[in-house]
């Protein structure tokens, strides 16, 4: 009786407190976009105060909450701000955002070994591993051929290259631009020559490969070496997840310092700054993940709320930082949660960071025919099919780390003789675009590894064994 009197209050309190929120964040929006747009002259005091006003009492809601997830999305909104007001320190924060990667990087390499050895020697199911990699490679091959046409047809739709203007001072700029890589160093590039060279250039595909290896030959060694080797791997696990869960505490910081920086460089005026191509990507990579992402998700029977609700944190993450890295250790740690066995989202997750990047593949298909548009050169469709082939090749083997497909994109206009001054434009708006394509590669890849599980015939996603839709 004592503990149910006084929740009628604090819920007609909170109820007054969240309309009273929406009204002040209406306002700050409306007011600022008034400001942004020029539309009037205001004070700049008074969007200020609307602003800080709004974001006083998101602090409110977040303490209440007391969840990882609405802190970082408070640490963007007053990033945001901080940015806007504050600038020039603003643009030194870069630095913080800096540290966070590298703490997360270092979690990468152990975190993968440890996972993967354990979950292919551990069970010492060498078959269910050449059965992951068809499948996986089948999977991550189909969808991103229909995310590359989606750019393709998007880019036709909004012609948003057309007419645009080149600035007068793009010819004065250089971008290394890097050599045309074949088929041979594409595949020589999966393979290691050196693990700790691999582990220190990051590069997530070939660690991979190395895990597979080891765990194989560590699955055909006798008893007592082989079981030493997997406790050793399965604690060095469960240590990098404890690792991951210190480093995220230092998340709600590093994701407000990395948006306090892009406003800070670019301001809120870069919104409207070739809006047309900005919303021709954001609204290809919405068309395809309801047409392409969420038909997968439903044919796999995988609960699309549950599935949103556990890989909210790593994409937020992924948006803020522009790096699927940043998130690798979370999102491995949500699709467990979510009923997905360990040894398969060890093996998928890291896979598909180069070869199933969604965003990434779709923006290339993209970004190439606008460079065209903007230089004003017509390509038949032929021409634009072979642009394609060339992107499904060039976009195998690209890490998940910031700006890798501005690479591809500098790589892809050099080869078919396209000029690179439109690429500047791009550069302008790159990482609102990269927030974008980062943290559709990190959904597609988590819903990568539900398929896999659910044609493995191992998803728990209803805390249930699904034995029955394993397909040999």
């Known amino acids: 009786m004592d503990t149910t009197t006084p929740k009628a209050p604090v819920r007609a309190l909170s109820g007054t407190f969240y309309l009273s929120l929406l009204a002040v964040i209406t306002l700050a929006v409306a007011i600022t ?37 609405t802190w970082i999305l408070f640490s963007m909104v007053i990033g945001a701000e901080f940015g806007h007001d504050f600038p020039a320190i603003a643009q030194e924060l870069k630095v913080v955002s800096k540290i966070f990667l590298k703490l997360i990087k270092t979690i990468i390499a152990p975190l993968i070994f440890g996972t993967l050895v354990v979950g292919i020697a551990g069970h010492a199911d060498l078959k269910q591993v050449g059965r992951m990699g068809w499948k996986s490679l089948l999977y991550f091959e189909v969808v991103t051929t229909i995310a590359l046409f989606i750019g393709l047809f998007a880019i036709n739709l909004s012609k948003a290259g057309v007419g645009i203007k080149l600035p007068p001072t793009a010819e004065k700029e250089t971008l290394e631009v890097p050599p045309p890589s074949g088929w041979e160093e594409i595949i020589l590039h999966i393979f290691p020559e050196n693990i700790a060279k691999s582990i220190a250039e990051g590069q997530v595909l070939q660690i991979v490969v190395f895990s597979i290896l080891f765990a194989i030959g560590l699955a055909l060694v006798k008893e007592p070496h082989k079981r030493h080797m997997l ?7 469960e240590v990098m997840f404890k690792f991951t869960g210190i480093v995220m505490y230092f998340a709600p910081l590093a994701v407000g310092a990395a948006i306090a920086y892009t406003v800070g460089h670019m301001g809120f005026g870069i919104l409207s700054n070739l809006l047309a191509l900005l919303a021709t990507l954001y609204g290809a990579l919405i068309a395809f993940m309801l047409l392409v992402l969420l038909p997968i998700a439903l044919v796999a029977k995988v609960p699309v709320k549950k599935f949103l609700r556990a890989i909210a944190e790593p994409a937020t993450i992924a948006f803020s930082t522009t790096s699927s890295e940043a998130a690798l250790p979370k999102a491995l740690q949500a699709m467990e949660k979510f009923g997905v066995p360990r040894k398969i989202a060890a093996f998928v997750l890291p896979t598909g960071y180069s070869f199933n990047l969604d965003g990434s593949t779709l923006y290339l298909s993209l970004a190439t025919i606008f460079v065209a548009q903007a230089a004003g050169i017509h390509l038949s469709i032929g021409q634009q099919i072979l642009i394609l082939l060339t992107l499904m090749l060039t976009t195998k083997g690209i890490a998940g780390v910031p700006r890798a497909s501005l690479v591809i994109l500098m790589g892809t206009a050099t080869s078919f003789g396209l000029p690179v001054e ?51």
Do not use: H
């Open 33 to 69: 976009l008034v400001e942004v747009m020029e539309w009037a002259t205001l004070p700049v005091a008074v969007p200020a105060f609307f602003r800080w006003a709004a974001i006083a009492m998101l602090s409110y809601v977040c303490w209440r909450r007391k969840s990882l997830t």
């Open 231 to 237: 406790d050793f791997a399965e604690s060095l696990t």
């Open 422 to 472: 439109p690429i500047f434009i791009i550069l302008g708006i790159d990482e609102l675009m990269d927030m974008a394509r980062t943290t559709v590669n990190l959904v597609g890849n988590c819903l990568a590894s539900c398929v896999i599980a659910r044609w493995e015939g191992e998803a728990d996603f209803d805390g249930k064994e699904q034995g029955e839709l394993a397909t040999e």
